[in-house]
């Protein structure tokens, strides 16, 4: 079994050359707006449009991208998977990419695009990030073990952050 | 009645904040600075860590870390 180390920048950077809209949800939204927590996948929200799925696949076709939780028979994520609100969990030649249709209560990337910040991860190179309020809003409501196990850490994030800009 | 000499006895004329030993004043301005942990017990210093730096910056502490606990259970799977 292969076990790749995450490279994050190398994803967001594949992502790019192939135009795809997207979302980063989860820990690495977290910690590119400063909560200091561990992960080691990549949590993505897309946009379900036909476009975007067509270079989605694309730029999945050059992450090697294919599901990890079919270890025998490699299987790659087709048009009908990345068009349904469901999660496609895969490893990539840079690590773990989760892709996703939607979350907590059937969210998805035009719901979520409203609540999100721009945030420079390498020069010239921007990723859509939803905020903290919307990523405590959902691991809430998701309400699973690990989520919970976050939230103060999130919550104590985002005052400190609140905090910094009203001195 | 003998006075009992203790260690302060040569400095009890000076004024208190100069005979107060140098740890203890570290001390007190330590207890009067913002606590490291909140009530929540998470450590408000690793946050106000991360929040000095820029979100590349972020990332790149992030892959660190991932790298070193991959490196970590790298070295204890080959011992």
Redesign the interface.
Known sequence: VT?P?????AIFQTLANHKVRYIVVGG?GA??????I???DLDLVHSRDSENIRRLIAALRDLDAHYRTHTRARRVPHQSHLSSPGHQLLMTRYGPLDILGAIGTGRGFEELSAHTVE????AGLSVQVLDLETLIQIKEEVGGEKDLAAL??L???LK??RR?SQR | VAKKHTWYDKTSLKPERERMPRQTTRLKTLQTEEPSYGADGVDVTLIRWMLSMTPEERLQVLQQSIGSILRMQGDKAST
């Open positions: 076990r180390a995450p490279d994050f920048l690495v910690v590119l707006q400063g909560a200091p561990a992960t080691f945030l420079e991860v390498s103060p850490i919550k104590r994030t400190e952050k910094r």
